[in-house]
T-cell receptor, first 111, second 112 residues
């Protein structure tokens, strides 16, 4: 099956801890994206990568970091510097500016 | 970055009725896309309309685009209970580097 996977589905962390969210795709897409969604809100872009070993900040990159060492993987680290990390995180991939394929999301709760 | 804005934000209709949602945006675009999200799930792409297109159909979905008014509408005909979801429009700007700018979404409830 071709698709995009995120793990875990639910994640709980204590304040002050870094946490890494996984995103893997086997669609052979060059571009990958990380979004944050807060309740009742649309998606806001955190980071995106158009090619391996390259990535750019989105609109709300502060307190987050990413890497793109392999085409199929784009992990997101939520650092302790992110002031309000509790949210629903969505990963997506695409070919150019065509439709984006989304993973099922990771719900992160930090207490 | 530009933002799509949907209107209305919440819609409740009877099964079989049509549902219409509108979206406006601020700058020139390459394309506009509509997505559906079921509660707590990822987004699913519904339809993409390019800036040189005015109308597009896919099954029970009809999307229009008016670039002079910077607006789009999504019509779902003969709605079903399974259409209950949030619907988002998103745009790729002319200088967007493939970045999608999302609106806040419309919540649609279809009552059986």
């Amino acid at each position: 099956d071709g698709g995009i996977t995120q793990s875990p589905k639910y994640l709980f962390r204590k304040e002050g801890q870094n946490v890494t969210l996984s995103c893997e795709q086997n669609l052979n897409h060059d571009a990958m994206y990380w979004y944050r969604q807060d309740p009742g809100q649309g998606l806001r872009l955190i980071y995106y990568s158009q090619i391996v070993n390259d990535f750019q900040k989105g609109d709300i990159a502060e307190g987050y970091s990413v890497s793109r060492e392999k085409k199929e993987s784009f992990p997101l680290t939520v650092t302790s510097a992110q002031k309000n990390p509790t949210a629903f995180y969505l990963c997506a991939s695409s070919i150019g500016e065509d439709e984006q394929y989304f993973g099922p999301g990771t719900r992160l709760t930090v207490t | 970055s530009q933002q799509g804005e949907e209107d209305p934000q919440a819609l409740s209709i009877q099964e079989g009725e049509n549902a219409t949602m509108n979206c406006s945006y601020k700058t020139s675009i390459n394309n506009l896309q509509w997505y559906r999200q079921n509660s707590g799930r990822g987004l699913v792409h519904l339809i993409l309309i390019r800036s040189n297109e005015r109308e597009k159909h896919s099954g029970r979905l009809r999307v229009t685009l008016d670039t002079s008014k910077k607006s789009s509408s999504l019509l779902i005909t003969a709605s079903r209970a399974a259409d209950t979801a949030s619907y988002f429009c998103a745009t790729i700007g002319v200088y967007g580097n493939n970045r999608l700018a999302f609106g806040k979404g419309n919540q649609v409830v279809v009552i059986p």
